[in-house]
């Protein structure tokens, strides 16, 4: 896994649409209201990172490792969720609106006022 600097986080998040971010580092980061739409952050550790009112709407978590992140009032429409480790998430006023959360790991989430409205449905249901 790829271990970034602040610099080199900046500079990524500056860059053209959309992000390639599979198997970085960036546990303990502040990503607060940062734009990850439509990036593909499969294999991301994220743990103990600050999402908050990040947009990440069509972004690909799959297998992310997302144990302790905040992700209050992120917008995670149509995101991408499946096999990621959720323990103990904080999704307060998160948008998950049609994502797709299949097969993830969601002990101990944190999930007051979640707007799930119209999410994704397992398809082996």
Request: hydrophobic residues 40%; positive net charge; proline residues 2%.
């Amino acid at each position: 896994m790829s271990n970034l600097t602040n610099y080199q986080i900046y500079d990524l998040l500056n860059r053209a649409r959309p992000l390639w971010l599979v198997k970085i580092n960036l546990s303990e980061t502040n990503l607060w209201m940062a734009d990850l739409s439509e990036c593909n952050m499969s294999w991301c550790d994220l743990t103990k990172a600050d999402l908050s009112w990040a947009n990440l709407i069509k972004a690909n978590l799959q297998r992310a490792n997302l144990n302790m992140a905040n992700m209050y009032e992120a917008h995670l429409t149509l995101a991408n969720i499946t096999e990621a480790n959720m323990t103990r998430t904080n999704f307060t006023r998160a948008n998950l609106d049609k994502a797709n959360i299949n097969s993830a790991n969601k002990i101990k989430t944190k999930k007051s006022r979640l707007n799930l409205s119209r999410p994704v449905k397992n398809k082996n249901n």
